[in-house]
Each structure stands twice: as structure tokens, then as C-alpha cells.
């Protein structure tokens, strides 16, 4: 069974601080990818990575950025916390080889992060 | 610029009887879609996929039809169940290589008993 897992279920913090939120794949993925879920807008991704230490843009990846120093562990920063990034993180991870359906992403529980 | 869209927010339907998600998309390349099933306080679980190459995909209770010239695809679910009550997104990905997917807004769905 694929696991993904997220290192925190709620987080509160104040405007201004660094923020780490931690993704943990148990089944050997090559691709991992972050999103933000928010109402009316659905799920948008913030960045992806194919490899350790590879990244790429999402479609939001502006007060974002990310860190893949393990194949299994992707990490989202938010530098400077701000009241507009409130919102629900979810994690997912992928395999990038094989037929077409084993592209299928699987999710973490999500983040619920409040910016006061 | 949304290049997937689900335009209803919300769906009731009475329990046993036939529930209909759409899903809209504009983007010609897009040849593989999904749908996830999203429960609150929980990451989205995969539910059906197609490809383009086919229209029509059945799992169980579930049915997903696609019309590539419409550009539009659609999720049955046939019986509703109290327990499939959650948010529906439907994405899609090109192949591009990217192994990207392009999300819905989602659609609330509530089957009352």
C-alpha cells in the first residue's frame, strides 16, 4: 500500500515566519508534487520534482519554494508566511515509468495551515 | 485560465438513484483524465481514469464517459450511496512528459438517505 504522509494535520503561524511543511513517500516514487486546495479553486500545483534535487515551477509557485535532498522526502518552505497562503497543502507522489496508469498520484492526508 | 473546469459546485441526489459529474476541458492534448474522490480532513483518493483512446471506462458502480469531440467527460455513479458523499475532481494530463495534472475546481456531492 502506497503511504504518503505529512508531518503535520494543522499548523497556526504568525505572518513573517519561515514555514516547512515535510512530505514522506514509502513506495520508491520518482515524482513528488505539492498543491494547494482552496475553496472554488480546486487543487493548483506550487512545484513538482522528477529526481533528488530537481524542481519545477507549478502554476503558483510565487512565496514558494522546495527542497528534494531524498528520493523519498519533498519539502514546500514558505520564506515569509502571509495571510494569503492560508489554505490546505497536499502532497502527492507519483512513479515516471511504466504505462500511463501508474502515473496515478497519491495523496497525502493534507495541511491545514493558518496565517495569522 | 482554467483548462479544466467542473461547473457545478454542488450535486444532491437521493440515495439508490443515479448521480452525473461533469467535467469540462479545453485543452486538445489532454489524453488522460482521472477522477479523485475527496473526503474532508483527507487527501483525495483516486476513484476511475480513462484514455482517450476509449469512451467509456466501468469500475463497479462507477462509470466515467468520455467525448473527445465535446471535449467533456462525465462520472456515473449507479447506486448512490450515503458513503459517497464527498468532493469530486476530475484531472487531466498531456503527453508531454511532464507527469502533470491539471485539476478540476471540484464538485460537492451529497446523497441523502
Known amino acids: 500500500d502506497v503511504k504518503v504522509t505529512q508531518s503535520s494535520r494543522y499548523l497556526v503561524k504568525r505572518t513573517g515566519e519561515k514555514v516547512f511543511l515535510e512530505c514522506v513517500q514509502d513506495?520508491?516514487?520518482?515524482?513528488m508534487f505539492w498543491y494547494r486546495q482552496d475553496p472554488g479553486l480546486g487543487l493548483r500545483l506550487i512545484y513538482f520534482s522528477y529526481d533528488v534535487k530537481m524542481k519545477e515551477k507549478g502554476d503558483i509557485p510565487e512565496g514558494y519554494s522546495v527542497s528534494r535532498e531524498k528520493k523519498e522526502r519533498f519539502s514546500l518552505i514558505l520564506e515569509s508566511a502571509s495571510t494569503n497562503q492560508t489554505s490546505m497543502y497536499l502532497c502527492?507522489?507519483?512513479?515516471?515509468?511504466?504505462?500511463?496508469?501508474?502515473?496515478?498520484?497519491?495523496f497525502g492526508p493534507g495541511t491545514r495551515l493558518t496565517v495569522t | 485560465d482554467q483548462q479544466v473546469k467542473q461547473n457545478s459546485p454542488s450535486l444532491s441526489v437521493q440515495e439508490g438513484r443515479i448521480s452525473i459529474l461533469n467535467c469540462d476541458y479545453t485543452n486538445s492534448m489532454f489524453d488522460y483524465f482521472l477522477w479523485y474522490k475527496k473526503y474532508p480532513a483527507e487527501g483525495p483518493t483516486f476513484l476511475i481514469s480513462i484514455s482517450s483512446i476509449k469512451d467509456k471506462n466501468e469500475d463497479g458502480r462507477f462509470t466515467v464517459f468520455l467525448n473527445k469531440s465535446a471535449k467533456h467527460l462525465s462520472l456515473h455513479i449507479v447506486p448512490s450511496q450515503p458513503g459517497d458523499s464527498a468532493v469530486y475532481f476530475c484531472?487531466?494530463?498531456?503527453?508531454?512528459?511532464?507527469?502533470?495534472?491539471?485539476f478540476g475546481t471540484g464538485t460537492r456531492l451529497k446523497v441523502l438517505a
Open positions: 484531472a487531466a494530463s498531456a503527453s508531454d512528459g511532464t507527469y502533470k495534472y491539471i
Open positions: 502527492a507522489s507519483s512513479h515516471a515509468s511504466g504505462v500511463r496508469s501508474s502515473y496515478e498520484q497519491y
Open positions: 513506495m520508491d516514487h520518482e515524482n
